[in-house]
Nanobody, 122 residues
């Protein structure tokens, strides 16, 4: 059993910053990739960023240069630092885990948190 718990979502003005956290617990040795996936109203879920055990990262084109992802292995926590936020970043952000290495598809993520809402006002 894997448990992922997100925090940090909030209402922020465009141009602002937020840091999301995801605390992982349970059988996390199964997880090779931890990602942040978002779902905006009326849209499909989108992989925003991921990080693998060795530290390699991936970012969607829409967030490159604005978002960073990091992990604290001692705390089993992954962070998503979001800068220069735009209204189009408004979404529920999910922390998700995959047994695949460098999973790029949403369907490859088997473990999900409950989500944290980010709202960016213009």
């Amino acid at each position: 059993q894997v448990r992922l718990v997100e925090s940090g979502g909030d209402l922020v003005q465009a141009g602002g910053s937020l840091r999301l956290s995801c605390a992982a617990s349970g059988s996390i040795f199964n997880i090779n990739t931890l990602g942040w996936i978002r779902q905006a109203p009326g849209k499909q879920r989108e992989l925003v960023a991921h990080i693998i055990a060795r530290g390699s990262t991936y970012f969607a084109d829409s967030v490159k240069g604005r978002f960073t992802i990091s992990r604290d292995n001692a705390k089993n926590t992954v962070y998503l630092q979001m800068n220069s936020l735009k209204p189009e970043d408004t979404a529920v952000y999910y922390c998700a885990g995959s047994r695949e290495i460098s999973a790029r598809k949403v369907v490859d993520y088997e473990y999900w948190g409950q989500g944290t809402r980010v709202t960016v006002s213009s």
